[in-house]
């Protein structure tokens, strides 16, 4: 197993570099560990309700390789370890993000979100308390895609990180410590020169992905269109 795990290891610092040569960072995911779930964390939120020596042992083993130089970023997890953090989703953990990932794993590089706008998550984005969790929590980067949150949910986002920030509920150490976080990650990628893409691009792109209607899974307790 051991001589696995380094083969393993020695691959994945191979593809990292590749990736890096593109101006591509890859992270490993979904932190602390998505393999016990029954639900999927994109129309329901997950709850694995293990012990903590159980969760130390399994969950965790797979992360604890992840603490080099090698490893640049680690995306979270919607999902909730019952025995760990009750109720708190693993994205706004401060105990999962912070004790662990960072004290107890010894991991001192990016952290990114996964998508806030899955289910798991989405409905709790009109609070100013869990956009102040996740930052608090240890998110150096907030990932929003287009399931259910959209470019308003964004900017409401930021304007709660700016109260919070104002009424002291983050603390701008957090946000400074963020922001070097991120821009060392920036600085060590291919600076590419960025160039505004054509109208025709766009309309090629929108012709192959075009916006539809959301749906959960028939399977998923009879739920409807959202």
């Not at 109720?87 to 105990?95: E, F, H, L, N, Q």
């Not at 308003?152 to 930021?158: G, P, S």
């Not at 929108?206 to 899974?217: C, G, K, M």
Request: proline share 4%; charged share 25%.
């Amino acid at each position: 197993m051991a001589r696995r795990r380094r083969t393993w290891c020695r691959r994945r610092a191979s593809s990292s570099t590749r990736c890096r040569r593109k101006a591509c960072w890859a992270a490993p995911k979904h932190f602390p560990g998505h393999g016990d779930t029954a639900v999927d964390s994109h129309y329901s939120l997950p709850v694995i309700d293990v012990d903590p020596r159980t969760f130390r042992s399994r969950e965790l083993e797979a992360f604890r390789h992840f603490n080099d130089a090698q490893t640049r970023m680690i995306m979270t997890a919607h999902i909730v370890i019952s025995q760990i953090d009750p109720g708190i989703p693993a994205t706004m953990s401060k105990v999962i993000l912070q004790d662990i990932l960072r004290k107890e794993l010894g991991y001192e590089g990016v952290v990114v979100s996964d998508d806030l706008g899955m289910k798991a998550i989405s409905d709790r984005l009109d609070k100013p308390e869990t956009t102040i969790r996740i930052i608090n929590a240890g998110c150096d980067l907030l990932c929003m895609c287009a399931y259910w949150a959209d470019t308003e949910v964004i900017l409401r986002m930021i304007d709660f990180m700016s109260a919070g920030l104002k009424a002291g509920e983050i603390k701008e150490r957090a946000l400074e410590q963020s922001f070097t976080r991120v821009a060392g990650l920036l600085s060590d990628l291919p600076n590419h020169k960025v160039e505004v893409l054509e109208e025709e691009t766009f309309q090629r792109h929108a012709s192959v992905a075009p916006l539809r209607a959301r749906s959960l899974p028939a399977n998923h307790g009879g739920a409807t269109k959202i």
